[in-house]
């Protein structure tokens, strides 16, 4: 490709970092996408990848950097699976675009294809669609740490558990 490198879009990038599930999108790859380097220091440890490459090997001349760049070519891989993958002598021959689109496609189940379906889209947009499909961790601690035990009690699931005989 004559033209320089085009960044892929942050809103894409933070789709594919959320359907990772926290780790690799390779089969069987239990790496974590993000670890803990020392207490409180996290890294990445994944990068986003394409699956019809931007040099030879998996390059396909016709597409342009928005088709290169858009989510339905690109996938997370940890570091090694994405060196593994784009390596120059055996990259291409055992990790065709196929196989690639399969492992996308297994590890964002229903998620992927109502993702691609919404074509081009800005940071703003997605990140909205995103916050509004998942909760936020906070949120989810928060509404631990605000149980307590006449709350429970309250729900009537209390009840029947004092209504069990001890033995």
Sequence with gaps: MADSRKPVPQATIAALWTLSNRHCYAPGCIAPVVVEVRPGVYRKNAQVAHIHGVRAGR?????????????????????????????KKTGEKLYPPELLRQWKTEHEGSNGPALARLGPIGEDA????????????????????????????????????TKLPIS
């Design 59 to 87: 390059h396909v001349a016709s597409m342009d950097w928005a088709q290169l760049n858009n989510f339905t070519n690109l996938l997370l891989l940890c570091l090694p699976h994405h060196s593994e993958v784009d390596d």
């Design 126 to 161: 997605l990140t909205e669609l995103l916050a509004s499909a998942f909760e936020p961790p906070v949120k989810r601690l928060e509404k631990i740490a605000d149980w307590s035990v006449p709350a429970f009690l309250d729900t009537g699931l209390g009840c029947q558990l």
